[in-house]
């Protein structure tokens, strides 16, 4: 894409090159039609520059697939100029079109900064067409900070994120092992019931965002912003249902020394977790094969077995501090 982009940008200095002397703009050109394919590397079909003429208008350009050259040129009389915006189909430009006899012709401001892509083409409009008169609500940027939708949905991205960090790792007294989060995380049930809430939910996400007159690059960003926080908090959500629900407290189950720091539950028909202990072997080396050792779980009906930290890490934590 580097090579390709830098090709490009050869041709297109060649091609301004004579224009010395000129007022003219760098552009990128479409066809409605080549916008409404469904397969397209690119939003841009061809590239070249709007040349002011007085009272005409010079669209000068070659096509990125051939490199077959373009030349239009237009009474001002004759064209009229829409504002198209920026879609989620056309890529991260705002676009205009050029509708003349000739048919119509989508161009937008060749800007590498896609974030002044909106101000180089009103600028360009203007510079072209100064009788033109802009909608400024229209033409302006929008504000995320201005929509109570939008502003709701990042409340509720930071609200899942910081639920996610903090109630997994400073108030939560309850942890489920890496064996039963990476058995969550890869069964293929529980992976198809993802990827369909996250794709239902963003949908629905998308649609009320867009009934609240968010634009739609805005409020793709926002889903794809929503969606991994809403996915990050299910497990820590999950697992606050299921204590909710215990209809008992934590309990102490049976485990069985099978080596140092390993631990499988006596009666497997359980569906405990075996247990691995990497970081305390010193704490475990004092306990010998074979022999039995009670961690308590807190069990619910969502089948999550929760490792109860007040009642486990005592012993733990007595014997690191008597080693001091």
């Known amino acids: 894409m580097l090579w390709q982009n830098r090709q490009q940008k050869k041709l297109q200095d060649a091609l301004v090159k004579p224009l010395r002397g000129k007022r003219f703009w760098r552009i990128h050109l479409a066809r409605p039609s080549y916008h409404q394919r469904f397969w397209r590397f690119s939003p841009v079909e061809a590239t070249g520059a709007l040349i002011d003429e007085d009272d005409k208008i010079r669209f000068l350009g070659f096509r990125l697939s051939n490199k077959q050259s373009i030349d239009i040129v237009l009474n001002k009389s004759d064209v009229t100029i829409q504002w198209l915006g920026r879609q989620m189909s056309k890529g991260p430009f705002y676009w205009a079109e050029c509708v003349s006899p000739q048919g ?34 229209k033409t302006a940027d929008f504000a995320l900070e201005k929509s109570p939708r939008s502003v709701a949905t990042i409340v509720a991205f930071f609200g899942l994120f910081f639920f996610s960090m903090i109630d997994s790792f400073a108030i939560n007294r309850y942890e489920l092992t890496d064996a039963q989060i990476a058995s969550l995380i890869f069964s293929p049930p529980v992976m198809a019931a993802a990827l369909l809430a996250t794709g239902t939910l ?97 069990h619910g009906p969502m089948g999550l077995w929760q490792l109860d930290h007040e009642l486990f890490d005592p012993p733990l934590r007595k014997f690191y501090e008597q080693k001091k």
Do not use: H
């Not at 704490?283 to 010998?288: A, L, R, S």
């Open 104 to 137: 119509s012709l989508l161009f937008c401001a060749d800007n590498r900064n896609v974030l002044e892509s909106r101000s180089a083409l009103r600028d360009m409009l203007a510079g072209a067409f100064p009788a033109l008169e802009f909608d400024e609500e």
């Open 202 to 298: 963003g949908f629905v996400t998308f649609q009320w965002l867009r009934r609240g007159s968010v634009p739609s690059m805005e409020s793709w960003g926002l889903v794809a912003l929503l969606m991994p926080a809403l996915l990050g908090a299910a497990l820590p959500g999950a697992k606050r249902v299921d204590q909710w629900l215990a209809g008992a407290p934590s309990q102490e189950y049976r485990y069985r020394i099978v080596a140092v720091a390993r631990l499988e539950p006596v009666d497997p028909a359980l569906g405990l977790p075996v247990m691995r202990f990497p970081r305390g072997k010193d704490y475990w080396q004092q306990f010998p094969v074979g022999s039995e050792y009670a961690i308590p779980f807190l």
